[in-house]
Nanobody, 129 residues
Framework: QVQLVESGGGLVQAGGSLRLSCAAS????????MGWFRQAPGKEREFVAA????????YYEDSVKGRFAISRDSAKNTVYLQMNSLKREDTAVYYC??????????????????????WGQGTQVTVSS
């Protein structure tokens, strides 16, 4: 199983930016897709973004398209989530995920939390007005 450690969360004003990092270990980094989910207080966990093993394919939840960007650095075994133009509704605990279930990949598969086997401990992002 892959071990994941997130960092980079914090408090930021609306309109500001943050970059989350997720360091992975335990399996060759290039062998698995990676992604981010988030969970706000009182709400269900939701998909944010994902990136394929090859880094050429990315997926985003509609509300973050054009504001968030996911990337991966194989030399550092790290995936990033650059978050710009942050809004209060982006406030949540953000979780890094990896090891997507085997099989054909689609947005429906990638956006379902049950299809991801490894989860980080989460990092809090708070956006103030």
């Amino acid at each position: 199983q892959v071990q994941l450690v997130e960092s980079g969360g914090g408090l930021v004003q609306a309109g500001g930016s943050l970059r989350l990092s997720c360091a992975a270990s335990g399996r060759p980094f290039s062998s698995y897709a990676m992604g981010w989910f988030r969970q706000a207080p009182g709400k269900e966990r939701e998909f944010v973004a994902a990136i394929a093993r090859s880094s050429t394919i990315t997926y985003y939840e509609d509300s973050v398209k054009g504001r968030f960007a996911i990337s991966r650095d194989s030399a550092k075994n790290t995936v990033y989530l650059q978050m710009n133009s942050l809004k209060r509704e982006d406030t949540a605990v953000y979780y890094c995920v990896s090891e997507l279930s085997d099989g054909p990949i689609s947005y429906g598969i990638i956006s379902a939390s049950l299809n991801w086997r490894s989860w980080g401990q989460g990092t809090q992002v708070t956006v103030s007005s």
